[in-house]
């Protein structure tokens, strides 16, 4: 697992004195909702903390009963890490899909992306990526960033076909079994605002 304090203390060159308030609570979905056809309608949320065990039941079976993010982090990070910012889709009550995020400064980063097996290829992850590369749009974020594993080729080609390019190599980088990471970025196209 990512540590947070580690990854924001190589980005965060200044603090702010502003009163901050988290994304999570001052922003709306610009789509809570994900069509897949016209008559059948996913809802997505901003996670709050009643959603970490529909979290956990994603990765679950996402992951071949492995929960990259345990119980308590994914609750420690919904409530009191306030960079973090995680959507959830349900199909009526049946959690599908969840994107988790950190947004610091001029950087979005993708801590994880998980749609459940029986509801993939249906562009649910699209969706997901492509709503928080519209936040990052709102907030003058310039780069969405990701690493992944190097063996997975079915995130890198959607990664891929949605404009994120990729970067480094970072070696060893997975805790559990080392294996490497490809770095992986998407680049914000200024809107011409000040
Ligand atoms: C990687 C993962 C999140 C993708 O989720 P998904 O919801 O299936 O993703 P999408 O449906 O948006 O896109 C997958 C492919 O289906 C295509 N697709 C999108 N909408 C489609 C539709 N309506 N019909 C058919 N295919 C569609 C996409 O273009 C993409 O193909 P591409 O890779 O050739 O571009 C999912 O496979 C997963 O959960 N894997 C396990 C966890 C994981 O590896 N997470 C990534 C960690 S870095």
Not at 99 to 115: C, L, M, P, Q, R
Request: aromatic share 12%; glycine share 4%; hydrophobic share 35%.
């Amino acid at each position: 697992m990512k540590n947070f304090k580690e990854w924001f203390s190589d980005r965060v060159t200044k603090t702010t004195t502003k009163t901050f308030v988290p994304l999570s609570v001052r922003i709306r979905l610009d789509q809570p909702f994900y069509p897949l056809s016209d008559e059948w309608f996913l809802s997505s949320k901003i996670a709050t903390e009643e959603d970490a065990d529909s979290i956990l039941t994603i990765e679950k079976l996402c992951y071949n009963g492995q929960t990259p993010w345990n119980r308590s982090a994914i609750l420690h990070e919904i409530r009191f890490n306030k960079s973090a910012f995680y959507i959830v889709v349900f199909d009526k009550d049946k959690p599908v899909a969840f994107v988790g995020s950190w947004f610091v400064t001029h950087e979005a980063h993708i801590t994880n992306i998980a749609t459940i097996p029986e509801y993939q290829n249906k562009g649910i992850a699209t969706y997901l990526l492509r709503e928080i590369i519209k936040i990052a749009e709102k907030e003058d974020i310039k780069e969405v960033t990701l690493e992944v594993r190097v063996s997975n080729k079915t995130a890198q080609s959607l990664y891929s076909t949605l404009g994120f390019e990729k970067g480094h190599i970072k070696k060893g980088y997975y805790a559990n079994d080392h294996e490497d990471a490809l770095e992986m970025k998407y680049l914000i196209k200024p809107t011409g605002k000040e």
